[in-house]
């Protein structure tokens, strides 16, 4: 059997906001028995303060409160909800309006489109590959399977140009909850807990 020989390289310590207890990274390399020049190695981290570790979750040489992260999870678990019931009300609504469009307009100005960086739906490809799929697999099968979330339906409904209450509506409340979490990231930054090499 391989035998390889543990070693720990360097360990980089961190003290805890408590100031009693540190965490950190442990840099450890293994050797092999009998070929030194095959090495495998690895980064353990290890948060030595039990109080401390309750509380806090690690990021790097940065401890960031639990209750922060919990409450920016939760509200990117809203915003994952939201976008899945944009999704499906723009589906549902603008299925066939956008195979219309499709349908009644050039290819290539088609491409243009839906290549555009602003855009950016068929990042892949050339327009000849995306001729290619239509002609084989048909324009229904592209857009259910390129245009698969919110955001790029929503994209792609905007080159239609259509005036929809209910769809503002929608949009407000997605760009609502975006911005929260956009302020509640930055807040949070503030709330880093920086540590001191130790
Ligand atoms: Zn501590």
Not at 5 to 14: G, K
Not at 136 to 145: A, T
Not at 153 to 161: A, S
Request: proline share 1%; hydrophobic share 30%; with cysteine.
């Amino acid at each position: 059997m391989v035998r390889w020989e543990r070693s720990v390289r360097s360990i980089e310590r961190f003290l805890c906001p408590c100031g009693k207890g540190n965490f950190g990274t442990k840099h450890i390399v293994e050797e092999h028995e009998m070929f030194s020049d095959r090495t495998r190695e690895e980064y353990e981290e290890f948060f030595e303060c039990h109080e401390c570790s309750k509380f806090y979750h690690r990021n790097g040489n940065k401890l960031i409160k639990n209750e922060d992260i919990q409450r920016l999870n939760e509200l990117k678990g809203n915003l994952n909800s939201l976008s899945k019931q944009h999704y499906a009300y723009l589906s549902k609504t603008y299925r066939d309006q956008v195979i219309q469009f499709f349908t009644n307009t050039k290819k290539t100005v088609l491409w243009k489109m839906l290549s555009h960086r602003d855009i950016g739906i068929s990042r892949e490809g050339t327009v000849e590959t995306f001729r290619k799929y239509l002609n084989k697999w048909g324009i229904e099968s592209y857009v259910d399977s390129n245009i698969k979330d919110a955001f790029s339906y929503r994209k792609m409904v905007n080159l239609m140009q259509v005036k929809d209450a209910i769809l503002e509506q929608k949009d407000n409340e997605m760009h609502e909850i975006i911005k929260q979490i956009r302020d509640e990231t930055e807040a949070i930054k503030e709330l880093w807990f920086v540590t001191k090499d130790i």
